[in-house]
């Protein structure tokens, strides 16, 4: 029963380039959360998912960034053009279809992305 | 509008010994979930503990116990018996109890634990 799986765990990008951070979600989950954590903070929201639907992007940048959740295969956390400004650790959380289920929301072990 | 405030410098506990982590929060939301997360150095993120609005007691996991105290917002884990393990930063965060269930997070304690 594997968790949530992000790919890669360590990414380098020459600023310009773009990223592409992928997040599976647990079996039978549905729901995905990305969360941005810059050095010395807590996590902070950015966008959630549901299957082909963003439900809430209101922490997203207004550009370059971008989120998909197909209905096959992992979430997507897009980045284009990356400025030193986006290194950071960027986690997701999948968590069950299930109302009154707040408390469960699992994290990956998040992929930390450099931008030389 | 939700928010977290974490104010602790870094914390030292001797081993063995109890440390208080405090959490005060606001929010206008009536129902809502409070959660702590430990951050090991090797940077994952670990559940240790959850309390809803509405639950007449304190939650515990273990060594961990949450102080809830709703007219004063605050959310103060407590870790009893305290391991060199429990060294790393902890983060406090609440959410709003619902279908979109988005974290907001403070911006963490750094807790040491001396041998």
């Known amino acids: 029963n594997a968790g949530v799986m992000q790919n890669p765990r360590h990414l380098v990008r020459r600023r310009g380039q773009e990223a592409r951070l992928r997040c599976s979600p647990m079996?039978?989950?549905?729901?995905v959360y990305w969360y941005r954590q810059l050095p010395e903070e807590g996590l902070k929201f950015m966008v959630y998912?549901?299957?082909?639907?963003?439900?809430?992007e209101s922490g997203m940048p207004k550009e370059r960034f971008s989120a998909e959740f197909p209905k096959e295969g992992p979430s997507i956390l897009r980045i284009q053009q990356v400025v030193r400004g986006d290194s950071a650790a960027y986690f997701c959380?999948?968590?069950?279809?299930?109302?009154?289920?707040?408390?469960?929301?699992?994290f990956g072990p998040g992929t930390r992305l450099t931008v030389t | 509008a939700q928010k977290i405030t974490q104010t602790q410098p870094g914390m030292f506990v001797q081993e063995k010994e109890a440390v208080t982590l405090d959490c005060t929060y606001d929010t206008s939301d009536p129902s809502y979930g409070l959660f702590w997360y430990k951050q090991p150095s090797s940077g994952e993120m670990i559940f240790l503990i959850y309390?809803?609005?509405?639950?007449?007691q304190n939650a515990t996991e273990g060594r961990y116990s949450l102080n809830f105290q709703k007219a004063r917002k605050s959310a103060n884990l407590v870790i009893s018996a305290s391991q060199l393990g429990d060294s790393a930063m902890y983060f406090c965060a609440i959410t709003r109890q619902g279908a979109n269930s988005k974290l907001t997070f403070g911006k963490g304690i750094t807790l040491s634990v001396r041998p």
């Open positions: 309390q809803g609005s509405y639950d007449q």
């Open positions: 998912l549901q299957k082909e639907n963003i439900i809430d």
């Open positions: 959380a999948s968590s069950p279809n299930r109302r009154g289920s707040a408390y469960e929301q699992y």
């Open positions: 079996k039978g989950h549905s729901h």
